[in-house]
Protein backbone atom coordinates (compact mmCIF):
# COMPACT_ATOMS: atom_id res chain seq x y z
CA UNK A 1 0.00 0.00 0.00
CA UNK A 2 1.74 3.26 -1.16
CA UNK A 3 1.29 6.74 0.26
CA UNK A 4 2.50 9.53 -1.31
CA UNK A 5 3.49 12.68 0.83
CA UNK A 6 5.37 16.46 0.11
CA UNK A 7 7.65 17.90 3.15
CA UNK A 8 5.73 19.88 5.79
CA UNK A 9 3.93 20.81 8.86
CA UNK A 10 6.23 20.61 12.20
CA UNK A 11 5.09 17.71 13.58
CA UNK A 12 7.44 16.86 16.08
CA UNK A 13 8.54 14.01 18.76
CA UNK A 14 7.08 11.26 19.69
CA UNK A 15 8.14 9.08 22.91
CA UNK A 16 11.67 8.97 22.17
CA UNK A 17 12.97 7.12 25.08
CA UNK A 18 11.02 4.25 23.24
CA UNK A 19 14.05 3.54 21.57
CA UNK A 20 15.38 4.46 25.41
CA UNK A 21 12.45 1.95 25.87
CA UNK A 22 14.73 0.00 23.69
CA UNK A 23 17.62 0.95 24.78
CA UNK A 24 16.95 1.16 28.46
CA UNK A 25 14.56 -1.95 28.30
CA UNK A 26 17.17 -3.14 30.31
CA UNK A 27 14.96 -6.01 31.05
CA UNK A 28 15.16 -7.24 34.56
CA UNK A 29 18.28 -5.80 36.14
CA UNK A 30 18.52 -7.77 39.06
CA UNK A 31 21.11 -5.39 41.12
CA UNK A 32 24.49 -5.99 40.55
CA UNK A 33 24.44 -9.64 40.35
CA UNK A 34 27.20 -11.26 37.93
CA UNK A 35 26.96 -14.53 36.77
CA UNK A 36 29.94 -16.43 35.38
CA UNK A 37 30.17 -19.74 34.07
CA UNK A 38 31.97 -22.82 36.01
CA UNK A 39 34.50 -25.04 33.98
CA UNK A 40 32.93 -28.20 33.04
CA UNK A 41 34.71 -31.67 33.97
CA UNK A 42 36.61 -32.57 30.53
CA UNK A 43 38.32 -35.51 29.21
CA UNK A 44 41.22 -34.47 26.69
CA UNK A 45 44.72 -35.38 25.68
CA UNK A 46 47.96 -33.94 24.33
CA UNK A 47 48.12 -29.92 23.79
CA UNK A 48 49.65 -27.58 21.23
CA UNK A 49 51.82 -26.79 18.72
CA UNK A 50 53.86 -23.21 19.37
CA UNK A 51 56.40 -21.21 17.47
CA UNK A 52 57.59 -17.88 19.06
CA UNK A 53 60.01 -16.43 21.60
CA UNK A 54 60.00 -16.38 25.55
CA UNK A 55 56.51 -16.66 27.41
CA UNK A 56 54.34 -13.39 28.06
CA UNK A 57 55.20 -12.50 24.00
CA UNK A 58 53.04 -13.18 21.63
CA UNK A 59 53.53 -16.55 19.74
CA UNK A 60 51.79 -18.36 17.03
CA UNK A 61 49.73 -21.64 18.28
CA UNK A 62 48.31 -24.31 16.10
CA UNK A 63 46.02 -26.10 18.38
CA UNK A 64 44.39 -29.06 16.45
CA UNK A 65 42.73 -32.54 17.12
CA UNK A 66 38.87 -34.19 17.17
CA UNK A 67 35.75 -33.26 19.29
CA UNK A 68 33.92 -36.93 19.89
CA UNK A 69 31.31 -38.39 22.11
CA UNK A 70 32.40 -40.31 24.92
CA UNK A 71 31.91 -43.44 23.02
CA UNK A 72 33.83 -42.16 19.96
CA UNK A 73 31.58 -40.21 17.80
CA UNK A 74 32.15 -37.28 15.75
CA UNK A 75 30.63 -34.46 16.89
CA UNK A 76 30.07 -31.51 13.97
CA UNK A 77 30.04 -28.27 14.72
CA UNK A 78 31.15 -28.23 18.42
CA UNK A 79 32.93 -24.67 18.70
CA UNK A 80 36.77 -24.39 20.18
CA UNK A 81 37.79 -22.09 22.02
CA UNK A 82 41.30 -20.59 22.64
CA UNK A 83 41.03 -17.54 25.42
CA UNK A 84 43.80 -15.69 26.29
CA UNK A 85 44.11 -14.71 30.06
CA UNK A 86 46.90 -11.78 28.87
CA UNK A 87 44.47 -9.73 26.78
CA UNK A 88 41.20 -11.51 27.09
CA UNK A 89 40.88 -12.39 23.04
CA UNK A 90 39.03 -15.39 22.26
CA UNK A 91 39.21 -17.10 18.90
CA UNK A 92 36.56 -20.02 18.02
CA UNK A 93 36.70 -22.38 15.68
CA UNK A 94 34.01 -25.42 14.10
CA UNK A 95 34.53 -28.68 13.86
CA UNK A 96 33.63 -30.69 10.85
CA UNK A 97 31.42 -33.35 10.33
CA UNK A 98 34.02 -35.90 11.33
CA UNK A 99 35.00 -33.68 14.08
CA UNK A 100 38.24 -32.41 13.45
CA UNK A 101 38.87 -28.92 14.05
CA UNK A 102 42.10 -26.59 13.71
CA UNK A 103 42.69 -23.59 15.51
CA UNK A 104 45.99 -21.01 14.64
CA UNK A 105 46.51 -17.62 16.34
CA UNK A 106 48.34 -15.54 18.22
CA UNK A 107 48.31 -15.37 22.49
CA UNK A 108 50.27 -13.94 24.49
CA UNK A 109 49.18 -15.43 28.00
CA UNK A 110 48.13 -18.78 29.27
CA UNK A 111 45.24 -20.24 27.73
CA UNK A 112 42.20 -22.17 28.30
CA UNK A 113 40.80 -24.30 25.58
CA UNK A 114 36.85 -25.24 25.57
CA UNK A 115 34.73 -27.50 23.78
CA UNK A 116 31.16 -26.67 23.25
CA UNK A 117 28.47 -28.18 21.75
CA UNK A 118 24.63 -27.99 22.28
CA UNK A 119 23.48 -30.84 24.28
CA UNK A 120 26.58 -31.36 26.01
CA UNK A 121 28.81 -30.36 28.76
CA UNK A 122 31.47 -27.77 28.34
CA UNK A 123 34.57 -29.47 28.06
CA UNK A 124 37.35 -27.20 29.38
CA UNK A 125 41.06 -27.27 29.45
CA UNK A 126 43.35 -24.78 31.24
CA UNK A 127 47.19 -24.52 30.31
CA UNK A 128 50.60 -23.17 30.23
CA UNK A 129 52.17 -21.70 27.44
CA UNK A 130 53.82 -24.83 26.11
CA UNK A 131 57.34 -24.76 24.80
CA UNK A 132 56.77 -27.98 22.63
CA UNK A 133 54.72 -29.50 20.35
CA UNK A 134 52.70 -32.55 21.59
CA UNK A 135 49.53 -34.74 20.50
CA UNK A 136 46.50 -33.79 19.41
CA UNK A 137 44.41 -31.91 21.94
CA UNK A 138 40.77 -34.54 21.12
CA UNK A 139 37.46 -33.50 23.65
CA UNK A 140 35.23 -36.50 24.32
CA UNK A 141 32.34 -34.52 25.37
CA UNK A 142 29.37 -36.18 28.07
CA UNK A 143 25.82 -35.54 27.31
CA UNK A 144 23.80 -33.72 29.04
CA UNK A 145 21.53 -36.00 31.31
CA UNK A 146 19.94 -33.81 34.28
CA UNK A 147 16.85 -31.93 33.44
CA UNK A 148 18.09 -28.79 35.27
CA UNK A 149 21.47 -28.87 33.03
CA UNK A 150 19.76 -29.58 30.21
CA UNK A 151 17.35 -26.46 30.80
CA UNK A 152 20.33 -23.87 31.92
CA UNK A 153 22.22 -25.24 28.34
CA UNK A 154 19.39 -24.35 26.13
CA UNK A 155 19.14 -20.83 23.96
CA UNK A 156 16.75 -18.01 25.85
CA UNK A 157 14.77 -18.92 22.41
CA UNK A 158 13.58 -22.06 24.43
CA UNK A 159 12.75 -19.89 27.59
CA UNK A 160 10.95 -17.33 25.84
CA UNK A 161 8.86 -19.60 24.15
CA UNK A 162 7.44 -21.60 27.36
CA UNK A 163 5.54 -18.28 27.76
CA UNK A 164 1.79 -18.84 27.34
CA UNK A 165 0.15 -15.89 25.71
CA UNK A 166 -3.74 -15.90 25.88
CA UNK A 167 -4.26 -13.79 22.60
CA UNK A 168 -2.17 -13.00 19.69
CA UNK A 169 -2.13 -9.09 21.05
CA UNK A 170 -0.40 -9.71 23.85
CA UNK A 171 2.33 -11.77 22.31
CA UNK A 172 2.94 -9.26 19.76
CA UNK A 173 2.88 -6.49 22.45
CA UNK A 174 5.47 -8.21 24.68
CA UNK A 175 7.94 -9.26 21.36
CA UNK A 176 7.84 -5.35 20.40
CA UNK A 177 8.60 -4.20 23.40
CA UNK A 178 10.31 -6.51 25.84
CA UNK A 179 13.61 -7.81 23.85
CA UNK A 180 14.27 -4.18 22.50
CA UNK A 181 17.66 -4.34 24.33
CA UNK A 182 18.15 -8.00 26.05
CA UNK A 183 17.60 -11.33 25.66
CA UNK A 184 14.56 -12.04 27.49
CA UNK A 185 14.50 -15.91 28.89
CA UNK A 186 18.33 -15.58 29.98
CA UNK A 187 19.76 -16.72 33.08
CA UNK A 188 19.76 -13.14 34.35
CA UNK A 189 16.10 -12.59 33.33
CA UNK A 190 14.39 -16.03 34.35
CA UNK A 191 14.84 -15.90 37.42
CA UNK A 192 11.81 -17.36 39.52
CA UNK A 193 9.64 -14.32 40.94
CA UNK A 194 5.88 -13.83 41.61
CA UNK A 195 3.27 -11.44 40.00
CA UNK A 196 4.14 -8.68 42.67
CA UNK A 197 7.91 -8.64 41.78
CA UNK A 198 7.38 -8.86 38.19
CA UNK A 199 4.78 -6.02 38.11
CA UNK A 200 7.35 -4.03 39.91
CA UNK A 201 9.89 -5.00 37.00
CA UNK A 202 7.68 -4.23 34.06
CA UNK A 203 6.72 -0.87 35.99
CA UNK A 204 10.36 -0.31 35.39
CA UNK A 205 10.47 -0.99 32.31
CA UNK A 206 7.38 1.57 32.06
CA UNK A 207 9.81 4.61 32.91
CA UNK A 208 12.12 3.39 30.18
CA UNK A 209 9.02 4.17 27.69
CA UNK A 210 8.33 0.55 27.08
CA UNK A 211 4.99 1.42 25.37
CA UNK A 212 2.83 -1.31 27.18
CA UNK A 213 -0.82 -0.38 28.23
CA UNK A 214 -2.10 -1.13 31.58
CA UNK A 215 -3.99 -4.27 30.89
CA UNK A 216 -0.85 -5.14 28.67
CA UNK A 217 1.44 -5.10 31.73
CA UNK A 218 -0.71 -6.68 33.77
CA UNK A 219 -0.81 -9.44 31.67
CA UNK A 220 2.93 -9.84 31.14
CA UNK A 221 3.63 -10.08 34.48
CA UNK A 222 1.33 -12.70 34.95
CA UNK A 223 2.77 -14.98 31.96
CA UNK A 224 6.60 -14.05 33.31
CA UNK A 225 5.49 -15.44 36.95
CA UNK A 226 3.67 -18.76 35.75
CA UNK A 227 6.63 -19.33 33.01
CA UNK A 228 9.90 -18.42 34.65
CA UNK A 229 9.34 -19.79 38.11
CA UNK A 230 12.45 -22.35 38.02
CA UNK A 231 11.29 -25.43 36.61
CA UNK A 232 13.52 -26.83 34.27
CA UNK A 233 12.38 -26.32 30.74
CA UNK A 234 12.61 -30.25 28.15
CA UNK A 235 12.95 -28.22 24.51
CA UNK A 236 14.68 -30.04 21.93
CA UNK A 237 16.86 -27.72 20.04
CA UNK A 238 17.95 -28.41 16.66
CA UNK A 239 21.23 -27.17 15.50
CA UNK A 240 22.35 -27.08 11.75
CA UNK A 241 25.61 -28.05 11.24
CA UNK A 242 26.23 -26.55 7.96
CA UNK A 243 29.60 -27.75 6.09
CA UNK A 244 30.57 -24.12 6.12
CA UNK A 245 30.61 -24.13 9.12
CA UNK A 246 34.34 -25.63 9.80
CA UNK A 247 36.00 -23.08 7.38
CA UNK A 248 34.79 -20.22 9.83
CA UNK A 249 36.27 -18.19 12.67
CA UNK A 250 35.45 -16.06 15.51
CA UNK A 251 37.03 -13.66 17.28
CA UNK A 252 36.30 -11.79 19.88
CA UNK A 253 37.87 -8.85 21.57
CA UNK A 254 35.83 -7.27 25.54
CA UNK A 255 35.45 -3.88 25.87
CA UNK A 256 33.95 -1.86 28.45
CA UNK A 257 32.72 -3.17 32.06
CA UNK A 258 29.61 -4.69 33.73
CA UNK A 259 27.73 -1.86 32.84
CA UNK A 260 28.98 -0.90 28.87
CA UNK A 261 26.23 -0.27 26.34
CA UNK A 262 28.33 -0.50 23.12
CA UNK A 263 25.56 0.55 21.16
CA UNK A 264 26.97 0.39 17.52
CA UNK A 265 30.36 -0.16 15.90
CA UNK A 266 31.66 0.98 12.62
CA UNK A 267 34.85 -0.23 10.94
CA UNK A 268 37.35 2.78 10.35
CA UNK A 269 39.02 2.77 7.15
CA UNK A 270 42.21 2.42 9.23
CA UNK A 271 41.29 -1.76 10.24
CA UNK A 272 40.15 -0.77 13.49
CA UNK A 273 36.49 -0.99 15.31
CA UNK A 274 35.08 1.81 16.48
CA UNK A 275 31.81 1.27 19.27
CA UNK A 276 29.96 4.04 20.91
CA UNK A 277 29.04 3.02 24.73
CA UNK A 278 25.60 4.45 25.07
CA UNK A 279 25.49 4.34 28.75
CA UNK A 280 28.71 6.00 29.68
CA UNK A 281 29.63 8.64 26.58
CA UNK A 282 32.71 6.71 25.91
CA UNK A 283 33.93 5.78 22.51
CA UNK A 284 35.80 2.42 22.21
CA UNK A 285 38.52 1.71 19.64
CA UNK A 286 40.00 -1.77 19.25
CA UNK A 287 43.34 -2.39 17.33
CA UNK A 288 42.63 -6.05 16.09
CA UNK A 289 46.32 -6.63 15.10
CA UNK A 290 47.51 -5.55 19.02
CA UNK A 291 44.23 -6.32 20.46
CA UNK A 292 44.77 -3.10 22.33
CA UNK A 293 41.14 -0.98 22.95
CA UNK A 294 41.12 2.48 23.67
CA UNK A 295 38.64 4.65 25.95
CA UNK A 296 37.91 7.97 24.34
CA UNK A 297 35.17 9.87 26.71
CA UNK A 298 33.03 12.07 24.67
CA UNK A 299 33.44 16.08 25.77
CA UNK A 300 31.39 16.97 28.60
CA UNK A 301 28.00 18.96 28.57
CA UNK A 302 25.89 20.99 30.50
CA UNK A 303 22.71 18.48 30.65
CA UNK A 304 22.21 16.44 33.16
CA UNK A 305 22.55 12.38 33.48
CA UNK A 306 20.38 11.25 30.99
CA UNK A 307 20.14 14.46 28.59
CA UNK A 308 16.89 15.93 27.46
CA UNK A 309 15.75 12.98 29.26
CA UNK A 310 16.66 13.44 32.40
CA UNK A 311 12.80 13.05 33.86
CA UNK A 312 12.89 9.32 32.60
CA UNK A 313 13.90 6.70 35.23
CA UNK A 314 17.37 5.70 33.66
CA UNK A 315 18.71 2.71 34.66
CA UNK A 316 21.44 4.90 36.59
CA UNK A 317 24.76 3.26 36.58
CA UNK A 318 24.24 1.66 33.55
CA UNK A 319 23.35 4.98 31.71
CA UNK A 320 25.60 7.69 33.49
CA UNK A 321 25.47 9.23 30.35
CA UNK A 322 24.32 12.43 29.24
CA UNK A 323 24.92 12.38 25.65
CA UNK A 324 23.72 8.85 25.08
CA UNK A 325 26.04 8.29 21.60
CA UNK A 326 24.13 5.47 19.73
CA UNK A 327 25.38 5.59 15.65
CA UNK A 328 28.28 6.14 13.77
CA UNK A 329 29.57 6.54 10.27
CA UNK A 330 32.77 6.92 8.76
CA UNK A 331 33.18 9.92 5.79
CA UNK A 332 35.43 10.18 3.10
CA UNK A 333 37.46 12.51 4.63
CA UNK A 334 38.08 10.34 7.59
CA UNK A 335 35.81 11.66 10.16
CA UNK A 336 33.27 10.01 12.38
CA UNK A 337 29.78 11.17 12.54
CA UNK A 338 28.01 10.56 15.92
CA UNK A 339 24.55 10.59 16.93
CA UNK A 340 23.33 11.63 20.18
CA UNK A 341 20.45 9.85 21.32
CA UNK A 342 20.17 11.72 24.97
CA UNK A 343 21.76 15.02 24.11
CA UNK A 344 19.44 15.93 20.41
CA UNK A 345 23.59 16.37 19.00
CA UNK A 346 25.40 15.34 16.57
CA UNK A 347 28.87 14.92 16.84
CA UNK A 348 31.99 14.35 14.65
CA UNK A 349 35.33 12.51 15.94
CA UNK A 350 38.45 13.08 13.90
CA UNK A 351 40.63 9.79 14.63
CA UNK A 352 44.03 11.35 14.19
CA UNK A 353 43.55 14.43 16.39
CA UNK A 354 40.95 12.64 18.77
CA UNK A 355 38.86 16.32 18.75
CA UNK A 356 35.21 15.79 18.93
CA UNK A 357 33.23 19.11 17.50
CA UNK A 358 29.37 19.06 18.54
CA UNK A 359 26.36 20.20 16.58
CA UNK A 360 22.90 20.24 18.44
CA UNK A 361 20.26 19.60 16.41
CA UNK A 362 17.80 21.95 17.58
CA UNK A 363 14.07 22.58 17.92
CA UNK A 364 12.03 20.05 18.86
CA UNK A 365 14.18 17.02 17.08
CA UNK A 366 14.12 14.20 19.94
CA UNK A 367 16.74 11.02 20.25
CA UNK A 368 18.70 11.07 17.31
CA UNK A 369 19.51 7.71 16.04
CA UNK A 370 20.80 5.34 12.82
CA UNK A 371 23.73 7.66 10.70
CA UNK A 372 24.27 7.26 7.25
CA UNK A 373 26.84 8.68 4.95
CA UNK A 374 25.38 9.04 1.30
CA UNK A 375 27.61 9.81 -1.95
CA UNK A 376 27.80 13.53 -1.70
CA UNK A 377 29.19 13.33 1.79
CA UNK A 378 25.67 14.44 2.90
CA UNK A 379 25.16 13.09 6.96
CA UNK A 380 21.52 11.29 7.22
CA UNK A 381 20.12 10.07 10.42
CA UNK A 382 16.94 9.69 11.68
CA UNK A 383 15.76 10.86 15.20
CA UNK A 384 13.40 8.36 16.48
CA UNK A 385 11.18 10.11 18.98
CA UNK A 386 10.31 12.69 16.96
CA UNK A 387 9.14 11.10 14.07
CA UNK A 388 11.92 13.05 11.76
CA UNK A 389 14.66 12.35 9.27
CA UNK A 390 17.68 14.75 9.63
CA UNK A 391 19.66 16.11 6.47
CA UNK A 392 23.02 17.77 7.30
CA UNK A 393 25.76 19.20 5.46
CA UNK A 394 29.32 19.31 6.99
CA UNK A 395 30.76 22.08 4.72
CA UNK A 396 28.07 24.41 5.72
CA UNK A 397 27.04 22.97 9.23
CA UNK A 398 23.13 23.10 8.37
CA UNK A 399 20.83 20.85 9.17
CA UNK A 400 17.81 19.96 7.30
CA UNK A 401 14.71 18.10 9.45
CA UNK A 402 12.30 16.46 7.28
CA UNK A 403 8.88 15.80 9.14
CA UNK A 404 7.81 12.25 8.32
CA UNK A 405 3.61 11.50 8.04
CA UNK A 406 1.76 11.18 11.24
CA UNK A 407 0.08 8.17 9.88
CA UNK A 408 -3.18 8.92 12.24
CA UNK A 409 -4.44 11.01 14.94
CA UNK A 410 -2.46 9.43 17.64
CA UNK A 411 0.53 9.46 16.11
CA UNK A 412 0.12 13.13 15.38
CA UNK A 413 -0.45 13.82 18.97
CA UNK A 414 2.46 12.01 20.11
CA UNK A 415 4.53 13.98 17.61
CA UNK A 416 2.78 17.53 18.49
CA UNK A 417 2.74 17.22 21.68
CA UNK A 418 5.54 15.26 23.08
CA UNK A 419 8.33 17.43 23.45
CA UNK A 420 6.40 19.28 26.03
CA UNK A 421 5.83 16.15 28.27
CA UNK A 422 9.53 16.11 27.97
CA UNK A 423 10.03 19.80 29.06
CA UNK A 424 7.31 18.76 32.32
CA UNK A 425 8.68 15.28 33.02
CA UNK A 426 12.09 16.68 33.44
CA UNK A 427 11.11 18.97 36.29
CA UNK A 428 11.31 16.00 38.18
CA UNK A 429 14.31 14.48 37.95
CA UNK A 430 13.73 10.30 37.43
CA UNK A 431 10.38 10.89 38.12
CA UNK A 432 8.09 9.35 35.00
CA UNK A 433 6.12 12.29 35.12
CA UNK A 434 5.88 11.17 31.65
CA UNK A 435 3.56 8.58 32.36
CA UNK A 436 1.08 10.23 33.67
CA UNK A 437 0.58 13.00 30.81
CA UNK A 438 0.91 10.44 28.11
CA UNK A 439 -1.98 9.11 26.17
CA UNK A 440 -0.46 5.87 24.77
CA UNK A 441 -1.70 5.12 28.40
CA UNK A 442 -4.70 7.24 28.60
CA UNK A 443 -6.44 5.35 25.94
CA UNK A 444 -4.72 2.16 25.84
CA UNK A 445 -2.78 3.01 22.69
CA UNK A 446 0.44 1.00 23.52
CA UNK A 447 2.47 1.48 21.37
CA UNK A 448 0.22 2.29 18.18
CA UNK A 449 0.73 5.84 19.50
CA UNK A 450 4.54 6.16 17.41
CA UNK A 451 6.07 5.79 14.63
CA UNK A 452 9.44 5.49 15.50
CA UNK A 453 11.95 5.84 12.55
CA UNK A 454 14.32 3.76 13.38
CA UNK A 455 17.18 2.29 10.79
CA UNK A 456 18.08 4.09 7.26
CA UNK A 457 20.51 4.01 4.17
CA UNK A 458 21.14 5.13 1.08
CA UNK A 459 20.14 3.31 -2.20
CA UNK A 460 23.38 2.87 -4.17
CA UNK A 461 21.43 3.11 -7.71
CA UNK A 462 19.54 6.66 -7.51
CA UNK A 463 21.28 7.86 -3.97
CA UNK A 464 17.63 8.18 -2.48
CA UNK A 465 17.38 8.13 1.16
CA UNK A 466 15.07 4.74 2.73
CA UNK A 467 14.20 4.54 6.20
CA UNK A 468 11.93 2.03 7.95
CA UNK A 469 9.41 2.88 10.92
CA UNK A 470 9.27 0.45 13.61
CA UNK A 471 5.67 0.60 15.06
CA UNK A 472 4.09 2.33 12.33
CA UNK A 473 4.94 -0.86 9.89
CA UNK A 474 5.75 1.34 7.17
CA UNK A 475 9.27 2.21 5.25
CA UNK A 476 9.92 5.58 3.45
CA UNK A 477 11.30 7.05 0.63
CA UNK A 478 13.20 10.96 0.40
CA UNK A 479 13.95 11.96 -2.79
CA UNK A 480 17.59 13.20 -1.97
CA UNK A 481 16.75 16.53 -3.87
CA UNK A 482 12.87 17.52 -3.47
CA UNK A 483 13.07 15.71 0.03
CA UNK A 484 9.30 14.55 -0.81
CA UNK A 485 8.73 11.59 0.53
CA UNK A 486 6.89 8.14 -0.31
CA UNK A 487 5.97 5.36 2.33
CA UNK A 488 4.86 1.53 1.53
CA UNK A 489 3.54 -0.16 4.43
CA UNK A 490 5.45 -3.36 4.81
CA UNK A 491 3.30 -7.22 5.08
CA UNK A 492 5.18 -8.00 8.11
CA UNK A 493 5.47 -5.73 11.17
CA UNK A 494 8.51 -4.74 13.22
CA UNK A 495 10.72 -3.40 9.99
CA UNK A 496 13.84 -2.39 12.27
CA UNK A 497 17.18 -1.51 10.53
CA UNK A 498 16.70 -1.95 6.76
CA UNK A 499 20.04 -2.17 4.35
CA UNK A 500 20.39 -1.70 0.50
CA UNK A 501 22.57 -4.31 -1.60
CA UNK A 502 24.31 -3.21 -4.35
CA UNK A 503 21.70 -3.85 -6.87
CA UNK A 504 19.14 -1.62 -5.35
CA UNK A 505 17.39 -4.02 -3.09
CA UNK A 506 16.35 -3.05 0.29
CA UNK A 507 16.51 -5.62 2.63
CA UNK A 508 14.80 -5.25 5.77
CA UNK A 509 14.33 -7.36 9.03
CA UNK A 510 11.21 -8.24 10.58
CA UNK A 511 11.76 -7.97 14.37
CA UNK A 512 8.43 -8.77 15.25
CA UNK A 513 7.92 -11.82 12.95
CA UNK A 514 10.85 -13.76 12.65
CA UNK A 515 11.70 -13.23 9.43
CA UNK A 516 13.73 -11.10 6.50
CA UNK A 517 11.88 -8.93 3.98
CA UNK A 518 13.18 -7.69 0.55
CA UNK A 519 11.25 -4.45 -1.24
CA UNK A 520 12.19 -4.19 -4.91
CA UNK A 521 11.74 -0.39 -5.29
CA UNK A 522 10.96 -0.10 -9.37
CA UNK A 523 8.39 -3.25 -8.66
CA UNK A 524 7.24 -2.08 -5.15
CA UNK A 525 6.72 -5.34 -4.20
CA UNK A 526 7.88 -7.67 -1.05
CA UNK A 527 9.23 -10.99 -0.58
CA UNK A 528 9.05 -12.40 2.80
CA UNK A 529 11.84 -14.95 4.16
CA UNK A 530 11.06 -16.66 7.63
CA UNK A 531 14.64 -17.45 9.45
CA UNK A 532 14.98 -20.97 10.39
CA UNK A 533 14.21 -22.05 13.94
CA UNK A 534 15.84 -23.87 16.94
CA UNK A 535 12.47 -25.96 17.60
CA UNK A 536 8.94 -25.65 15.73
CA UNK A 537 7.16 -23.24 19.17
CA UNK A 538 10.30 -20.54 19.15
CA UNK A 539 10.73 -17.58 17.57
CA UNK A 540 13.78 -15.08 16.37
CA UNK A 541 14.42 -11.20 16.98
CA UNK A 542 16.33 -10.14 13.93
CA UNK A 543 17.67 -6.52 15.15
CA UNK A 544 19.86 -5.44 11.75
CA UNK A 545 20.93 -6.81 8.80
CA UNK A 546 23.77 -6.03 5.93
CA UNK A 547 24.12 -7.10 2.83
CA UNK A 548 28.14 -8.23 1.91
CA UNK A 549 29.18 -5.92 -0.70
CA UNK A 550 31.21 -8.69 -2.66
CA UNK A 551 29.10 -12.04 -2.38
CA UNK A 552 25.64 -10.59 -2.12
CA UNK A 553 25.40 -12.51 0.95
CA UNK A 554 22.74 -11.02 3.54
CA UNK A 555 24.00 -11.36 7.39
CA UNK A 556 21.32 -10.93 9.95
CA UNK A 557 21.43 -10.68 13.93
CA UNK A 558 19.42 -12.67 15.95
CA UNK A 559 19.39 -11.90 19.64
CA UNK A 560 16.98 -14.69 20.83
CA UNK A 561 19.49 -17.68 20.18
CA UNK A 562 22.50 -16.87 20.16
CA UNK A 563 23.16 -17.20 16.78
CA UNK A 564 24.26 -15.22 13.61
CA UNK A 565 22.33 -15.75 9.68
CA UNK A 566 24.43 -15.80 6.37
CA UNK A 567 21.34 -15.87 4.02
CA UNK A 568 21.67 -16.04 0.09
CA UNK A 569 19.24 -15.04 -1.93
CA UNK A 570 20.19 -16.73 -5.19
CA UNK A 571 20.29 -20.25 -3.59
CA UNK A 572 17.36 -19.02 -0.26
CA UNK A 573 19.53 -20.89 2.00
CA UNK A 574 20.68 -20.01 5.55
CA UNK A 575 23.79 -20.74 7.32
CA UNK A 576 23.52 -20.51 10.73
CA UNK A 577 26.63 -19.64 13.06
CA UNK A 578 26.18 -20.29 16.17
CA UNK A 579 27.99 -17.89 18.93
CA UNK A 580 30.50 -19.22 21.55
CA UNK A 581 29.50 -16.50 24.28
CA UNK A 582 25.88 -17.02 25.62
CA UNK A 583 23.62 -14.23 25.54
CA UNK A 584 24.50 -12.94 22.21
CA UNK A 585 22.56 -9.89 21.58
CA UNK A 586 24.43 -7.96 18.66
CA UNK A 587 23.31 -4.46 17.05
CA UNK A 588 24.81 -3.03 13.41
CA UNK A 589 26.81 -5.19 11.13
CA UNK A 590 29.84 -3.97 9.43
CA UNK A 591 32.05 -5.56 6.42
CA UNK A 592 35.94 -5.12 7.39
CA UNK A 593 38.64 -4.95 4.28
CA UNK A 594 39.91 -8.30 5.03
CA UNK A 595 36.62 -10.15 4.62
CA UNK A 596 35.14 -9.84 8.38
CA UNK A 597 31.50 -9.32 9.54
CA UNK A 598 31.75 -7.55 12.66
CA UNK A 599 29.68 -5.86 15.09
CA UNK A 600 29.68 -5.31 19.20
CA UNK A 601 27.71 -7.31 22.03
CA UNK A 602 25.58 -5.38 23.58
CA UNK A 603 23.16 -6.95 25.61
CA UNK A 604 21.59 -4.97 28.86
CA UNK A 605 22.81 -4.58 31.13
CA UNK A 606 26.04 -6.56 29.53
CA UNK A 607 26.97 -8.03 32.72
CA UNK A 608 24.14 -10.55 32.10
CA UNK A 609 26.38 -11.39 28.46
CA UNK A 610 28.46 -14.73 29.55
CA UNK A 611 31.97 -13.79 31.20
CA UNK A 612 30.32 -10.59 32.28
CA UNK A 613 31.44 -7.96 30.44
CA UNK A 614 30.29 -6.88 26.21
CA UNK A 615 32.87 -7.02 23.50
CA UNK A 616 33.58 -6.44 19.53
CA UNK A 617 32.81 -9.83 18.03
CA UNK A 618 34.25 -10.99 14.24
CA UNK A 619 32.81 -13.83 11.84
CA UNK A 620 35.67 -15.02 9.52
CA UNK A 621 33.53 -17.16 7.21
CA UNK A 622 36.58 -18.17 5.28
Known sequence: MKTRYKLGGGFLAVLSAVTVAALLLSGVHVGNRVFTVKPERFEASGLVTVTGPAPGVPVSIAI?????????????GAMVTAADS?????????????GHYRLEGRFSGNLSVRARAPGFQDAELAMQSPEEPRTPLNFALEKLQ??????????ASAHAAMLDWPNADLREAFVSQCHFCHQIGNALTRVPRDGDEWAETVDRMDGYLVMLTERQKRAIGDALAAAFNGDPVAAVQTYDASPELSRARIEEWPAGDGYSFIHDA??????????????HDVLWVLDRETRTVERVPLPGTDLPVGGVFSGLALPIGIFSGKHGPHSLAQAADGRFWITNALSASLMSYEPHTKVFETYAVGGDSLYPHTIRIDGEGIVWFTIAASNQVARFEPDSGRFTIIELPSNGFARWVSDAFFPLILKTAALVPRGNLHLSLSHHKWFGLGRDALNMPYGIDVNPLDGSVWYAKLYANRI???????????????????????R?????????????????????????RFSTYPLPQLAPNEYETPYALNVHPQTGDVWITSNLSDRIFRFDPDTQLFVSYPSPTRVTFLRDLVFTDDGKVCSSQSNLPAYAIEGGVPSFICIDPG
Open 64 to 76: AGRVTTLDGRAVA
Open 146 to 155: APDALSESLA
Open 86 to 98: GTGYRLTVYSDVE
Open 500 to 524: FDRGGTLWIPSFDESSVLSFDPASG
Open 266 to 279: DVGADGRLYGVDEG
Open 476 to 498: GRIDPETLDVVEFETPLAGPRRP
